[in-house]
């Protein structure tokens, strides 16, 4: 008779997993959320005020359209509407930023600012003797300049879009043997203006139109003549979304 094997029984005792579990995995993840957050803070301690007041902004306001301090990025087409209370504030914050530039608060009587229908209209108004451009010239003067950069750093950090036009007197305009009148004239100062204030201050995206109207909307109808007919007009938008851009070419 064949002799009877032995049973073996093969016990296996737990691993070190077994004791721990996933515990180490939770451990880990609140440990990398705490340098995130950590980088975070550091990095918005040595950020410009302009970026510290768009992250608070958002925060307040997700939506971004209650606080001009909110973020200006927005998703391609998505379109924001904002309310005749925000241009009033728009409107009280560019006026006293004006009113603390010395050399500006003089020129206060020559630049008016007026909530309408498009949105918030800024004039800057000639004199006789040219307060921002000099008298038949395409050309900002000192003056002129000085807005234009003060304005545009106020503007580029609020999310609205802008367009800006040129206006002339109806005084006939002669120069370069009849070439250039003041249809050329008014482009070519609204174009102008963009440009500057693209380069101190304006977004890339920020100005939708350049539109020059000659003496087609005259101020004073009836002087047609006065200087104030010769101005320039930023026409802060109530909409901000993607339109077709229709801007003049560079000269």
């Known amino acids: 008779?064949?002799?009877a094997?032995?049973?073996i029984v093969i016990k296996?005792?737990?691993g070190h997993d077994e004791h721990h579990g996933g515990a180490w995995k939770v451990a880990y993840a609140d440990f990398v959320t705490a340098m995130m957050s950590l980088f975070i803070v550091l990095w918005l301690?040595?950020?410009s005020k302009q970026?510290?007041?768009a992250v608070a902004g958002y925060f307040k306001d997700p939506a971004g359209t209650s606080n001009l301090t909110g973020t200006s990025l927005r998703g391609s087409g998505q379109e924001m509407t904002v309310s005749k209370d925000n241009m009033s504030k728009l409107k009280d914050n560019l006026q006293t930023a004006i009113h603390e530039i010395e050399n500006l608060n003089k020129l206060k009587s020559q630049i008016e600012m007026t909530v309408t229908t498009e949105g918030l209209r800024i004039e800057l108004l000639e004199s006789a003797k040219g307060t921002f451009f000099d008298s038949g010239s395409p050309e900002l003067n000192d003056s002129g300049r000085e807005t234009l950069i003060a304005l545009a750093k106020e503007l580029g950090a609020v999310p609205y879009r802008l367009s800006i036009e040129g206006h002339t007197d109806s005084k006939p305009l002669a120069r370069h043997g009849g070439d250039y009148g003041n249809w050329e004239l008014s482009v070519d100062r609204a174009n102008n203006a963009r440009?500057?204030?693209q380069e101190n201050g304006l977004r890339a995206d920020q100005v939708t139109q350049v539109r020059g109207y000659a003496d087609q909307q005259l101020r004073k109808r009836d002087?047609?003549?006065d200087p104030s007919n010769r101005r320039i007009s930023l026409i802060v938008q109530y909409v901000s979304k993607n339109p077709d851009n229709s801007v003049s070419?560079?000269?």
């Open 45 to 47: 301690m040595n950020s």
């Open 5 to 7: 094997r032995p049973i």
């Open 1 to 3: 008779m064949a002799e």
């Open 223 to 225: 002087a047609p003549e």
């Open 51 to 53: 970026i510290q007041q």
């Open 195 to 197: 440009r500057l204030m």
């Open 249 to 251: 070419d560079d000269k």
């Open 12 to 14: 296996k005792k737990g």
